[in-house]
């Protein structure tokens, strides 16, 4: 079956993440098949710091302000005035970062889907993070959902840093250094590692899970 190295891997390097994996749903996360990096990255900005339904009802208006069209077209968006933009729900910034995207987009700073299978993790990081209001975490998570690249490590994140020290009956939560350190083990399915330390969280806790 898909993902039976990762799980074995993993549940192999700690019998905590091996009880885990065992009580969790599934890994399922493939490579999409049309990634548009522009439609990709445009979306991820408009979801900055709001809840999905708020981000989704804005990015809705966004996308209805161009109808007939499957995709968002990176001219269309440079021409549009931002009072337009603005009246969809987008803040001032998130209209600046989504322009700024659709002009590196022209010209070639956002690599296309095709130039994006042949580059590396890191590769793509330092390119995307040139956009304005484009993060690390960002790209991490266009690699990890959108790409299904297998061994992204999303240090920063919340989640998967509360996870682990769930998982791990930790007192604290990692630093995103100590994290680094701690992934180590789980290379080179670390995508498949955070995916589990996320579903961590879908479980109630235990009241002893700050053993250690």
């Given at each position: 079956?898909?993902?039976?190295?990762?799980h074995?891997?993993?549940?192999?390097?700690?019998?905590r993440?091996a009880?885990l994996?065992?009580h969790?749903?599934r890994?399922?996360?493939?490579?999409?098949?049309?990634?548009r990096p522009?439609?990709?990255?445009?979306?991820?900005?408009?979801?900055q710091?709001?809840?999905?339904?708020?981000?989704?009802?804005?990015?809705?208006r966004?996308?209805a302000?161009?109808?007939?069209?499957?995709?968002?077209?990176?001219?269309?968006?440079?021409?549009?005035?931002?009072?337009?933009?603005?009246?969809a729900?987008?803040?001032?910034?998130?209209?600046?970062?989504?322009?700024?995207?659709?002009?590196?987009?022209?010209?070639?700073?956002?690599?296309?889907?095709r130039?994006?299978?042949?580059?590396?993790?890191?590769?793509i990081?330092e390119?995307?993070?040139?956009?304005?209001?484009?993060?690390r975490?960002?790209?991490?998570?266009?690699?990890?959902?959108?790409?299904?690249?297998?061994?992204?490590?999303?240090v920063?994140?919340y989640?998967?840093?509360?996870?682990?020290?769930?998982?791990?009956?930790?007192?604290?939560?990692?630093?995103?250094?100590?994290?680094?350190?701690q992934?180590?083990?789980?290379?080179?399915?670390?995508?498949v590692?955070?995916?589990?330390?996320?579903?961590?969280?879908?479980a109630?806790?235990?009241?002893?899970?700050?053993?250690?």
């Amino acid at each position: 079956m898909a993902y039976d190295d990762a799980h074995r891997h993993l549940a192999a390097s700690h019998p905590r993440m091996a009880e885990l994996i065992a009580h969790s749903r599934r890994y399922n996360i493939t490579p999409l098949l049309s990634v548009r990096p522009f439609d990709a990255l445009a979306e991820s900005i408009a979801y900055q710091q709001l809840s999905g339904k708020a981000a989704a009802t804005i990015w809705g208006r966004v996308r209805a302000l161009y109808p007939g069209k499957r995709y968002l077209d990176p001219h269309a968006i440079l021409k549009t005035r931002d009072e337009k933009l603005r009246g969809a729900g987008l803040s001032r910034s998130k209209v600046a970062a989504l322009k700024d995207l659709a002009a590196k987009t022209i010209d070639g700073t956002v690599p296309t889907a095709r130039a994006l299978a042949k580059m590396s993790d890191e590769e793509i990081i330092e390119r995307l993070i040139n956009v304005r209001g484009i993060g690390r975490w960002t790209v991490e998570m266009l690699l990890l959902f959108d790409l299904g690249r297998p061994d992204v490590w999303p240090v920063h994140d919340y989640g998967v840093r509360k996870g682990f020290a769930k998982t791990f009956r930790k007192r604290k939560l990692p630093t995103p250094k100590q994290l680094l350190k701690q992934g180590e083990k789980f290379a080179p399915y670390r995508s498949v590692a955070a995916w589990y330390f996320w579903r961590a969280l879908d479980a109630p806790e235990k009241s002893n899970r700050f053993a250690e």
